[in-house]
């Protein structure tokens, strides 16, 4: 079956050619309204809770490596099959998984991040930076080196401790406490934690006028 769109017009449009008055007239209004884009990089974002940038290990202070255990649920979890994680385990009973390889090909990444809503212990993260755009295309996929000094490079920007900063991945939206791990037990802001988590539209009302 053919479907054809024909808009209907008024002989009255076809000789006053209404369209082309209602074109200048938008434009007009455009005129006097105030701009939505942005002067950037003059002009920066305000990045909201849960965006979604460049991937990062956590490094752990504790033993300055990342915290990654090699459960593999990131790699299972993946829908772009980017992440690729080999890891043995040594022979002494109790001993716990060491990560050989950890790697992220960020180019093949559609950003859902489920992988670090699916980490235990919270080892992985998308950061909240968003520059880092590259020439050539093996600079973006990501060994263990490069994504833990991705996070070196987050944490060194951030405006606030280490310790204070939660993403809400790791607390996922209308999650009960008793089904998170202990590490997603951090404590959240209220406006983090389930009903009141500000996302979307409710964001805008929490900016400043000028970025709202
Ligand atoms: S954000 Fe999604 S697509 Fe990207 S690495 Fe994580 S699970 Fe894979
Ligand atoms: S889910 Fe977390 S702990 Fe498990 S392999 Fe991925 S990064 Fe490592």
Known sequence: MQIQYKPRRSWLGTIFQTEILQGMGLTLRRLFSRPITRQYPDERPQIRPGFRGQHALVRDPATGDCKCIGCMRCAMVCPSRCIRIRSHKDKEPGSRRVIDCYRIEAL???YCGYCEEVCPVNAIVLTEVYEYSRYERPSLYFTREQL???W???VAQMDKPVKEYV?????PRGQAERNLTGPKRLPVP???SGEQQVVGRKWRQHLPPEQS
Request: charged residues 30%; aromatic residues 24%.
């Open 108 to 110: 093949r990444c559609v």
């Open 167 to 171: 993403n809400p991945f790791w607390r």
């Open 148 to 150: 833990l000094a991705n």
């Open 152 to 154: 070196d490079r987050f």
């Open 190 to 192: 209220p406006e983090w």
